[in-house]
């Protein structure tokens, strides 16, 4: 009998205390702004982080208090950046979409190696051991890092071992940027159409010695074709994607390392 009581007393306190908390809840309930609400269902859901923020709800709650930009959400896009003004009242400039690009052509038949990498097939753990086995210390590790990271399954990796990028699929949340330890992908525009793809800042002699299509900085891109939006800094040339693209073509037409490709 004594157990009984027990059950019915706990049980009733049980029902005391829910019922109170669903008062308390229902009474202390903070009403969302219609506006929060709208930029809330406006997201798409990819929680990426590449707005800089958790995920898309807490990029949402910043703009609605002020302390974000909208139109900061690649996923998105442009179409996001619209409805964002459109919900804000304000004008928005939609902002091109940007996309993950591997600055690196080198493979095991263009890039010599300095040793035979048998540990695990992670680039930040094989850069630990002098740079990596590649002779080039600036260039893509070929062990797939990024593509286990990418939330979408854009990067891949070609017959050839090089680690390519699908722009179509490519989100542009950045998680392989930061994953890459020699910073061999970055972030390009969506309509980038000519590209330098190298990454190896090293003179010419020294890149010749490490890979058979890096960059040599010798300038042709840029001295010989007029109009050209190539620039070579630091022995590496540099497309800028804010210039005219007319004479691209014919500046990757010049290049002998053929290292200026045309991204499809």
Do not use: W
């Not at 964002?84 to 052509?105: D, N, P, Q, S």
């Not at 330098?196 to 299509?213: D, P, T």
């Not at 693209?245 to 390392?257: F, I």
């Amino acid at each position: 009998m004594a157990i009984l009581i027990a059950f019915l007393i706990v049980g009733i306190l049980g029902l005391v205390l829910g019922i109170g908390l669903a008062i308390a809840d229902k009474k202390f309930q903070v009403e969302k702004d219609e506006k929060l609400i709208a930029l809330e269902e406006a997201m798409p859901g990819a929680n990426c982080g590449g707005c800089g923020y958790a995920g898309c709800q807490a990029y949402a709650e910043a703009v609605y208090k002020g302390e974000a930009a909208p139109g900061l959400c690649s996923p998105g896009g442009e179409a996001l950046a619209k409805r964002m003004g459109e919900i804000l009242g304000v004008e928005v400039e939609a902002k091109e979409r940007m996309v993950a690009f591997v600055f690196c052509r080198g493979n095991l038949n263009t890039t010599k190696s300095d040793y035979v990498y048998s540990g695990i097939q992670d680039c930040n753990a094989a850069s630990l051991l002098q740079g990596g086995p590649s002779a080039c210390k600036e260039g893509c590790l070929h062990m797939g890092s990024c593509i286990s990271v990418c939330p979408v399954g854009a990067i891949s990796k070609t017959e050839e071992g090089n680690i390519v990028v699908d722009k179509e699929k490519c989100i542009g949340c950045g998680k392989c940027t930061q994953v890459c330890p020699n910073g061999v992908i970055r972030m390009v525009p969506y309509s980038a159409e000519y590209i330098v793809a190298c990454n190896n800042h090293q003179n010419g002699a020294q890149v010749r010695k490490a890979c058979q299509v890096g960059c040599i900085g010798c300038k042709i891109c840029q001295v010989k074709v007029e109009g050209s939006p190539f620039k070579v800094e630091d022995f590496l040339s540099v497309n800028d994607y804010h210039a005219p693209q007319d004479a691209a073509a014919k500046a990757a037409e010049l290049c002998p390392q053929k290292c200026i490709i045309k991204r499809s």
